[in-house]
């Protein structure tokens, strides 16, 4: 039996890949898709695999209401995205969001209304292993190094910053990294010259057209410097961990934050 599978920001970048994700895997059925921005269309076409058959609709709650998809996936927006999550949880279907913006406590209260529904949902602001991988070294290199600083670099239609991976990186350095005591009073010529900052790591966010996602955490000692970077150079690179999540994401009710809980 397949995984009934509903993509919500179906048009988007990241939808447009999920969509195809799904359509290729052979355990799951993509049976619709909703996105404003092209309601009426097939989405197969816009998704550039010729017709599917999966006409887009406008609204989310009459979509999962019509079909009873067994998975949500959302790639929407984060000005959306609490919204939506919660039309979904609240109709008792497992949900996926790769959409990035949430805040801590909206990720309680989804977690909250899971519990109660009986449902998972896995977040993950970077679903890409590599980006994974690095979020977990830097957590290992953070108990050795007094400096870190992160760099986050994305397209230039990204919308929210920092991005949801470098502050999940600045959390997971949190839990281990000892900041130092402050050697300078800085003087700052133009406000936000040192980024922004999480618990003392100081986030740089970077936009311009012709990335996709990358990340640099930099760190520096007496003597020395470490840096360890992921780049994203196709939205490829987050479809197996997308696909993984709509598989596993019923294994689990309330919130799971991080690919790493699925994949360690
Ligand atoms: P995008 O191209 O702007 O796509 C978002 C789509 O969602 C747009 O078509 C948008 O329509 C639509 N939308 C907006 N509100 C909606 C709603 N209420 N219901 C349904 N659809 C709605 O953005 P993207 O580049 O695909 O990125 C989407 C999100 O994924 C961002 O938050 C990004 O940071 C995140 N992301 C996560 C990962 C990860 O691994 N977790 C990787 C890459 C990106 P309009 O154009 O009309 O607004």
Not at 28 to 39: F, K, S
Not at 42 to 52: C, F, P, R, T
Not at 247 to 261: P, S
């Amino acid at each position: 039996m397949s995984l009934r599978v509903l993509v919500n920001g179906a048009g988007g970048r990241m939808g447009k890949e999920v969509v195809k994700a799904v359509c290729r895997a052979a355990d799951m059925e993509l049976v619709a898709a909703v996105d404003p921005a092209c309601a009426g269309q097939d989405i197969g076409v816009a998704a550039g695999l010729g017709e599917l058959g999966v006409v887009v609709d406008a609204d989310l709650a009459q979509a999962i209401q019509r079909v009873q998809p067994e998975r949500v996936v959302d790639f929407t927006m984060p000005s959306t995205v609490a919204a939506n999550a919660r039309t979904v949880l609240s109709a008792g279907v497992h949900l996926v969001i790769g959409t990035t913006g949430l805040l801590e406590q909206d990720l309680q209260k989804l977690d909250a209304l899971a519990r109660e529904q009986r449902v998972g949902v896995v977040h993950a602001p970077n679903f890409a292993l590599g980006a994974v991988l690095m979020m977990r070294f830097a957590r290992e290199a953070a108990r050795f190094f007094p400096g870190v600083e992160i760099i986050e670099l994305h397209h230039d239609k990204k919308r929210d910053a920092p991005s949801g991976t470098a502050i999940k990186t600045a959390e997971m350095i949190k839990e281990v990294w000892r900041k130092p005591e402050a050697g300078v009073v800085e003087e700052l010529k133009l406000a936000g010259a040192r980024g922004s900052d999480f618990a003392g790591v100081h986030i740089h966010s970077v936009r311009l057209p012709g990335l996709i996602a990358h990340q640099e955490v930099l760190f520096g000692g007496p003597g020395q410097t470490l840096t360890i970077r992921h780049d994203s150079m196709d939205r490829e690179s987050f479809m197996p961990g997308v696909l993984l999540a709509i598989r596993k994401v019923a294994d689990f009710q309330g919130l799971v934050y991080g690919l790493e809980h699925l994949l360690f």
